[in-house]
């Protein structure tokens, strides 16, 4: 017999608002994930260098966020927590395009002492990432891990995590789709397509 969710329950949610959050979320990831090339071009070019960069920082952060969430869920399974941890990552990514410019600057001029193009590509755009984008992925990295344990309150663990990972699988598939469509156009530069990664994230 299906057990309902007491945590559900208690904040008046309901299921699908879980799956929307979940779907957001992944959509987010993957916009940021696309945008993050936006600002290291002016920089670090797009190569092949910068891009690998990109998806390890990336895939650690997430790795992090994992953890940290599944941790922090167990420990209090509240999705207000998660909420407010959310709201901290947007409010992040909101000012980020406006501050990226001059970090990335800063760095630049930290690494011109490197003999190769290659050393100031690859650590010059790996410390960017690192520094800019790392934080508000661990905290979105941390979504799944707490959808899935306040879902699984029901008694289907493995149903809830099939639900909240193909969710915000499919929203990170829809994002690359929509978010590849409009950085394709002539008219899109950077600081614009960074508010179009806000619009998503928040």
């Known amino acids: ?39 290291m071009a002016p920089f670090f070019g797009t190569s092949t260098f ?24 167990d420990r209090k399974p509240r999705l207000d927590i998660l909420l407010k941890l959310l709201l901290v990552a947007c409010s992040f990514l909101l000012v980020l395009p406006f501050i990226a410019s001059a970090i990335v ?15 100031f590509i690859f650590f010059g755009s790996l410390s960017a990432i690192a520094i800019l984008f790392s934080p508000p992925i661990v905290i979105m990295g941390m979504t799944s891990p707490f959808l899935v344990r306040i879902m699984a309150e029901n008694g289907h663990v493995g149903d809830s995590a099939g639900r909240v990972f193909g969710i915000s699988t499919i929203g990170s598939v829809v994002a690359l789709f ?18 179009l990664r806000q619009c998503f994230s928040s």
Do not use: D
């Open 105 to 119: 600057r800063w760095l630049s001029s930290v690494m011109e002492g490197f003999n190769s193009s290659f050393s």
């Open 50 to 73: 910068v891009w690998t960069n990109i998806i390890g920082v990336i895939m650690i952060a997430l790795s992090v966020g994992y953890i940290i969430g599944g941790k922090l869920a």
């Open 178 to 195: 929509c978010l590849y469509w409009c950085l394709s156009r002539p008219w899109a530069p950077a600081r614009r397509s960074c508010s």
């Open 1 to 39: 017999m299906q057990r309902s969710n007491p945590t559900i329950h208690k904040m008046n949610i309901t299921p699908l608002y879980i799956y929307i959050l979940a779907f957001f979320s992944g959509m987010s990831i993957m916009a940021v994930e696309l945008c993050s090339s936006r600002l």
